[in-house]
T-cell receptor, first 113, second 110 residues
Framework: KAGVTQTPRYLIKTRGQQVTLSCSPI?????VSWYQQTPGQGLQFLFE???????NKGNFPGRFSGRQFSNSRSEMNVSTLELGDSALYLC????????????FGPGTRLLVL | EDQVTQSPEALRLQEGESSSLNCSYT??????LFWYRQDPGKGPEFLFT???AGEEKEKERLKATLTKKESFLHITAPKPEDSATYLC???????????FGKGTSLLVTP
């Protein structure tokens, strides 16, 4: 069974721009969660999508948003990029919800200049 | 407040030198504890899920154990390819998402 895939793998943007990241979950998994990982803060939960609905959201500003499609694929968007948004963005999928075993993708490394 | 603390932050071992990593948590009503391995620049790779005190799981040179307050990841006779950051996580009391510890960075030298 194919694992979680994320595209693109690397991105370089400048402050003020916006970015869209994509995630394809494991086939049959309906819950998709997004995390931000930085050296100082570790892994921090952004949001979870299930059946095309945002089910939960972490403590991040409204510049961070996402959506999920009927095939469970998900995208996250960051608008008005700031230097502090530089991080590894990880997508994780699970069968039903974000508190069971999650399987992570390889991540998208975002650098904001 | 939910809290997951991992120790040590970094560990350097010689090949073959066994040791243990610790993960302590303060969430109430534990509904699972997860161990992951993360290589530099990659996503975390799932290792184990433990659900109840006394439970143990093994995979190659790794064995995870769970008590009511903490979990240990025992590494027996490690090899250089075991070098990675090991993360533990527990379900948040908020009802969603996992709370991750900051991880233990393990380096195994030949």
């Amino acid at each position: 069974k194919a694992g979680v895939t994320q595209t693109p793998r690397y991105l370089i943007k400048t402050r003020g721009q916006q970015v869209t990241l994509s995630c394809s979950p494991i086939s049959g998994h309906r819950s998709v969660s997004w995390y931000q990982q930085t050296p100082g803060q570790g892994l921090q939960f952004l949001f979870e999508y299930f059946s095309e609905t945002q089910r939960n959201k972490g403590n991040f500003p409204g510049r961070f948003s996402g959506r999920q499609f009927s095939n469970s694929r998900s995208e996250m968007n960051v608008s008005t990029l700031e230097l502090g948004d530089s991080a590894l963005y990880l997508c994780a999928s699970s069968l039903r919800h974000s508190q069971e075993t999650q399987y992570f993708g390889p991540g998208t490394r975002l650098l904001v200049l | 407040e939910d809290q997951v603390t991992q120790s040590p932050e970094a560990l350097r071992l010689q090949e073959g030198e066994s040791s243990s990593l610790n993960c302590s948590y303060t969430v109430s009503g534990l509904r699972g504890l997860f161990w992951y391995r993360q290589d530099p620049g990659k996503g975390p790779e799932f290792l184990f899920t433990l659900y109840s005190a006394g439970e143990e799981k093994e995979k190659e040179r790794l064995k995870a154990t769970l008590t009511k307050k903490e979990s240990f990841l025992h590494i027996t006779a490690p090899k250089p390819e075991d070098s990675a950051t090991y993360l533990c996580a527990v379900p948040s009391n908020s009802g969603y998402a996992l709370n991750f510890g900051k991880g233990t960075s393990l380096l195994v030298t030949p």
